[in-house]
């Protein structure tokens, strides 16, 4: 690449910097909202299930029932506990949303407890929030069998012939946090590598300067690369400022190499300008680009295992979701933030990123090339 080549690539860069840093509303929007977005979404956007509310209808009352009932009471994920005088009222209680489960004792729990025989509880479920029973289910499980263990102490009574010691790796302590904010970590930043690309275009075409650059002595090339590079460098910058915030404000550890995220982020922000880039050349406005960001965002977001696993998703969709980047830095960030990943584990998750940033940013360059950008 000769001099005058870099020189016009050089000034057209400055040229988009500026058009954005100028402007007082366009520094806002960059810089406070993927802050705060970290902030809220961090603590909104949670999977955690708590502050549930339990109905109790306990047809025993004998002593081992009442102290299976403490239990629950005690527990930290039960907000509220609350008793239901008769069978009638169980259904109710569920359709009207009063309380996510009911837990039914039987007339004879106390005494199949005391003559050592087994002993039966029923908890119901609001199966219209299935992730969310599942996991109430888990809590209950957990209580009952803290439980069980208790009363073969208790009672000299034979220990179960197997028992289940669960160890979390890589998050000790299930703390929501440590997956929710990696994942925000990719979602902004990939809102602001989109946006700067996808208005970038559409803002020379409103202005009726976009004609001016097709016949300066720019190359399609060179305009590619001089609408490319403002905003990895702005969206580097971003990605660094959400990424402190995540470590300094929310504690999240990063136990695997700076370099090999800055790697990473360098890789996804490249397929994601390339994505940017190929919106902005369909769109005559500025409204249509940020129409068009958010339309590809919300699949994008959906595909990436964020909310749902991969994994339990519709063969189709799978194979749809290879060419969504933020998939692929998702796992990326996660395993280096988490547990360590080294640099060629690191490669073999994001290579598709140089693809989805080849065959984009290719396209980009035929409209370009077009015209028609």
């Not at 309380?99 to 509880?121: N, Y």
């Not at 929310?250 to 090999?260: A, D, E, K, L, T």
């Not at 996660?334 to 490669?347: E, F, S, Y």
């Not at 598709?352 to 950008?373: D, E, K, N, Q, S």
């Amino acid at each position: 690449m000769n001099a005058d080549r870099l020189s016009r690539i050089r000034a057209l860069v400055i040229k988009e910097l500026l058009a954005v840093l100028r402007d007082r509303k366009s520094r806002t929007v960059l810089i406070l909202p993927p802050i705060l977005q970290l902030t809220i979404f961090a603590f909104a956007a949670t999977l955690e299930v708590k502050n549930i509310e339990l109905a109790l209808l306990n047809k025993d009352g004998g002593k081992a029932s009442v102290e299976l009932v403490h239990r629950f009471e005690g527990s930290p994920s039960f907000a509220r506990v609350f008793p239901l005088r008769s069978q009638q009222e169980v259904a109710p209680t569920l359709e009207d949303e009063r309380a996510m489960a009911v837990l039914v004792i039987g007339e004879r729990f106390s005494r199949d407890v005391a003559a050592g025989r087994p002993a039966e509880a029923q908890i119901l479920l609001d199966g219209r929030r299935s992730n969310a029973a599942q996991i109430v289910q888990g809590y209950a499980q957990s209580i009952v069998e803290q439980y069980n263990r208790d009363l073969v102490a208790r009672y000299g009574l034979p220990a179960p012939p197997a028992t289940l010691i669960a160890r979390n790796w890589f998050n000790p302590n299930l703390d929501y946090l440590w997956f929710t904010v990696p994942n925000l970590i990719g979602m902004l930043t990939m809102v602001v590598g989109l946006i700067v690309t996808a208005l970038s275009v559409a803002r020379e075409r409103e202005l009726g300067t976009f004609d001016q650059l097709l016949v300066s002595p720019l190359s399609p090339g060179e305009i590619l690369a001089g609408k490319t590079l403002p905003a990895m460098i702005l969206g580097a910058v971003e990605s660094v400022l959400i990424i402190l915030a995540a470590i300094v404000l929310f504690g999240i550890p990063c136990v695997g190499s700076v370099f090999v995220l800055g790697l990473t982020m360098v890789l996804f922000l490249f397929s994601v300008v390339g994505f940017g880039l190929f919106i902005s050349s369909l769109c005559n406005t500025q409204q249509q680009a940020i129409l068009g960001t958010f339309t590809f965002m919300l699949p994008a977001t959906m595909l990436s295992g964020f909310a749902t696993p991969i994994e339990t998703m519709p063969t189709f969709l799978q194979i749809v979701s290879l060419a969504n980047p933020l998939r692929h830095f998702l796992v990326a960030v996660r395993g280096i933030m988490l547990k360590g990943m080294p640099l060629l584990t690191v490669l073999d998750t994001i290579w598709p990123l140089l693809l989805i940033a080849a065959v984009t940013l290719t396209l980009a360059g035929w409209l370009f090339r077009r015209g028609i950008g």
